[in-house]
């Protein structure tokens, strides 16, 4: 057993200790949309620094625990506050939260973030529904020994975003009546916003919003076999789109003023899920 694998046994066990709870679904919750998590059914909290040898976060924003309740009727554990690999962290445990969570019993992960618009169609407070990614910019997670309790030395990326569940999705938004674009998400490492000729290269490669987390995620989640969907909150237009200078406080003040309209999505995605999940 590697040493790797051996961190993550220790965690779940950690998580056993204290929590008698298993989830169906994982939630990610990006910058600004932690408050999610304070309207569901709460039935235990568990913050990251009671999880022996799990990284903490320090991003602003970002409270660094999670959350084990129901979505309406549906089991699930909620990542309020994620942590990044422009922290300091290494990929691997950037990414061990998300493998944390699959040992939890969760099957399916739902990725949320905050972006940069890079599509010239975008504004800030857009949703972008994540067909697909390039996390070519950033270290793979799957680097090093490959932890074949989890997954195959060399597993495939031609889906990591599954269709089905971005049908959901689509459907979701269209009843609500919520606009949702949708596009390829790309990740950099951060924590600098990128350039305008940064962006420029990442259009050219056929990228819709930009940002500093997700992606990575995204591969090893799809190495372990769960099915993966994800929605950007566009927060922000990327640099070059716009004169203005980035900020991190624009990012959650747009968050702030988009949240309704998320919570909604997001609550009704994970019911229609759940239902094709007993189904």
């Not at 680097?143 to 195959?152: A, H």
Request: glycine residues 10%; charged residues 20%; proline residues 5%.
């Amino acid at each position: 057993m590697n040493s790797s694998y051996e961190t993550l046994q220790r965690c779940y066990e950690s998580f056993r200790q204290k929590i008698d709870f298993c989830p169906e679904v994982a939630l990610v919750l990006g910058s600004g949309l932690g408050d999610y998590a304070d309207g569901i059914q709460v039935e235990a909290v568990l913050d990251y620094h009671e999880i022996e040898g799990f990284p903490v976060s320090t991003v602003a924003g970002h409270k660094g625990r999670f959350i084990f309740g129901y979505v309406k009727d549906v089991p699930v554990v909620i990542m309020q506050g994620r942590v990044h690999y422009y922290e300091g962290y290494s990929m691997e445990q950037v990414v061990l939260p998300i493998r944390l969570m699959k040992l939890m019993g969760a099957k399916v992960l739902f990725l949320t973030n905050a972006s940069g618009g890079i599509h010239f169609d975008y504004h800030a407070g857009d949703f972008m529904l994540i067909t697909g990614q390039i996390a070519s910019f950033v270290p793979s997670p799957l680097i090093g020994p490959n932890m074949d309790e989890l997954g195959v030395r060399f597993p495939d990326m031609s889906q990591v975003y599954q269709k089905d569940l971005q049908d959901i999705i689509r459907g979701a938004a269209k009843d609500l009546n919520i606009p949702l674009k949708e596009g390829t998400y790309i990740q950099f490492t951060g924590p600098a916003y990128e350039s305008p000729e940064e962006i420029k290269m990442a259009r050219a490669l056929g990228a819709d919003a930009v940002g500093m987390s997700t992606a990575c995620e995204a591969v090893a989640a799809n190495h372990m076999g769960m099915r993966v969907c994800g929605i950007s909150c566009v927060t922000n237009l990327a640099c070059g789109i716009t004169d203005q200078p980035l900020t991190h406080e624009e990012v959650k003040e747009t968050a702030d003023r988009v949240a309704p309209l998320f919570k909604q999505l997001v609550t009704e995605t994970i019911v229609r899920i759940y239902e094709g999940m007993k189904s």
